[in-house]
């Protein structure tokens, strides 16, 4: 089947794969073949004036008209594309339709002889850098990146601690905070939870990062700039480090919960909200809830963690009654054979001696909180 394409409609494809390999001469169709049997996360699209046949069996998808016009779809339902076309001519088909560095994909463009892989668009956010050197690795072609803060082998503030899940509070000041990091401006970073070995490179911290063991160190310090890791609501005195700060939010905090057969979403969620701001801890920082086995399929609590993106964890009684608890309750034995449910569900998952709160009971939920100990 051959995709014919019209101005102002949406290409007909069939998306597989995370990445689109797109090409439209001789030389590209030999070497995004190539590519596409080495790189098997690529769906891959060429001009059916360059069919070979086989296309159907190899789940090669072929098209007959500009690319210009696949271009739009292939922006939707893809994470990056990949493309064998002059930067030039890419450059000048996208442009119309870039909306923003946080949607758009990565885009990355390999020469016609397969010499150099350029990453073009969303380096960071959509994954173009990183896509880069995976096709450069396949090719054994040469990898051009551009982006200052990998040139430089620095903190790049928009994917600081990402491949531990770390997310920003807000957008704002990714601009200018990066662009203190790039120009070796007193950039003070203060890490209170969440994963430490967050440096990615084999050459040291550069001098004008500097780690700072508390907030009120870094602020006494008036650096240009910060970056704050904590998973902890800041006070007003410590927002002033935010006029040219990011506080990054690690998944470190630890939901241990019980609650009676058929409970709501909504009442579980709403005494998960009300705890963590009456702990000053951001539901962002949320890693996983915990329960006890025998709540495995309750609607409740699948909802509420399908929702929130958390992992659900389920331990035997047997495993919570090894965990030392703090407030054992013979009731709660008596009914599930564990003396405790949402107590000892966090110590085991979150490996914390001091948890952040012990045990709430709130209409028909217990509740413990606790933070991993990195």
Known sequence: MIIELKEGEFAPITQNNP???VAITKHGVELSRRLHKI???TDLYYMSKFEKGDEDVKGIQLFSGSVRMLLPTLFQQYKGIIMIISLGAVVRMIAPI?????????VVVIDDRGENVISVLSGHLGGANELTRQVAAALEARPIITTASDVQKTIPVDLFGSHYG?????????TPVSASVVNEEHVAIVQESGE???WLYDTPIPKNIILYPSIREAIEAKPNAALIVTHRLLSQEEEVLLENGIVFRPKSVVIGMGCNRGTSAEEIESVIQNTLIDLNISIKSVKALCTIDLKKDEAGLLEVVEKNGWEFVCFSPEELNESFIEAPSETVYKFTGAYGVSEPA???YSG???LELVKKKSGNVTISVGVIPF
Do not use: C, N
Request: no cysteine; charged share 35%.
């Open 19 to 21: 990445y689109a390999l």
């Open 39 to 41: 790189f098997s996360q």
């Open 98 to 106: 870039l909306k923003d560095k946080k949607t758009d994909p990565g």
């Open 166 to 174: 770390w997310v920003w509070d807000s957008p704002e000041k990714l």
């Open 196 to 198: 430490p070995d967050w």
């Open 346 to 348: 966090v110590r085991i």
């Open 352 to 354: 914390a001696d001091h």
